[in-house]
Antibody, heavy 123, light 110 residues
Framework: QLQLQESGPGLVKPSETLSLTCTVS??????????WGWLRQPPGKGLEWIGS???????YFNPSLKSRVSISVGRSKNQFSLKLNSVTAADTAVYYC???????????????WGQGTMVTVSS | QSVLTQPPSASGTPGQRVTISCSGS????????VNWYQQLPGTAPRLLIY???QRPSGVPDRFSGSKSGTSASLAISGLQSEDDAYYYC???????????FGGGTELTVL
């Protein structure tokens, strides 16, 4: 059974870079049927898509975050990572990684989610 | 302000049927398929409906989705206490070139 798990610092200082990793277990990231995505949810608010990547490294991003975001596939090939630079308090949120079902592209079908990790931006 | 418009709240009693609407435009719902998510308190969202009206394995057939023009709906029949959750619609927006979500609807089972 495929599982996703986010990891990374829970506290980031303003203007610094937020870095998170998603580890995929119980299956492979290499299927061409899926992309892998990052989303976030500020406390008490709704969901926001950050960006998605496929196994070959093809990415697409939320235009509102694109200038500050990078997503990459890890060397181990069962991990993918998020970097968000120049963070502010507005970037405080629960960050989720998820598998994207790409029966059609582009896709908003996130069918398997990690449990989420809270990241607070504060000095 | 979310691109897709959902009512902030909905409610029903056990056994009732409730519907949650999701309103968009020609560049989002009007051009792309809609997915629905359920988020129980303190947990990650769960894909409930994909491609407008398909249920992933394990989702009860009490949940159904539909789409017409620039709007979509999620219907829950035979309401149960465990359906008490937030529900979000999502789709792709061709103008924004982005995945967009509704603001979420808090469903209360009375």
């Amino acid at each position: 059974q495929l599982q996703l798990q986010e990891s990374g610092p829970g506290l980031v200082k303003p203007s610094e870079t937020l870095s998170l990793t998603c580890t995929v277990s119980g299956g492979s990231m290499s299927s061409s049927s899926y992309y892998w995505g990052w989303l976030r949810q500020p406390p008490g608010k709704g969901l926001e898509w950050i960006g998605s990547i496929n196994y070959s490294g093809i990415t697409y991003f939320n235009p509102s975050l694109k200038s500050r975001v990078s997503i990459s596939v890890g060397r181990s090939k069962n991990q993918f990572s998020l970097k968000l630079n120049s963070v502010t308090a507005a970037d405080t949120a629960v960050y989720y990684c998820a598998r994207v079902d790409i029966a059609e592209l582009p896709s908003s079908a996130f069918d398997i989610w990690g449990q989420g990790t809270m990241v607070t931006v504060s000095s | 302000q979310s691109v897709l418009t959902q009512p902030p709240s909905a409610s029903g009693t056990p056994g009732q049927r409730v519907t949650i609407s999701c309103s968009g435009s020609s560049s989002d719902i009007g051009s792309n398929t809609v997915n629905w998510y359920q988020q129980l308190p303190g947990t990650a969202p769960r894909l409930l409906i994909y491609t407008n009206n398909q249920r992933p394995s394990g989702v009860p057939d009490r949940f159904s989705g539909s789409k017409s023009g620039t709007s979509a709906s999620l219907a829950i029949s035979g309401l149960q206490s465990e359906d008490d959750a937030y529900y979000y619609c999502a789709t792709w927006d061709d103008s924004l070139n982005s995945v967009v979500f509704g603001g979420g609807t808090e469903l209360t089972v009375l």
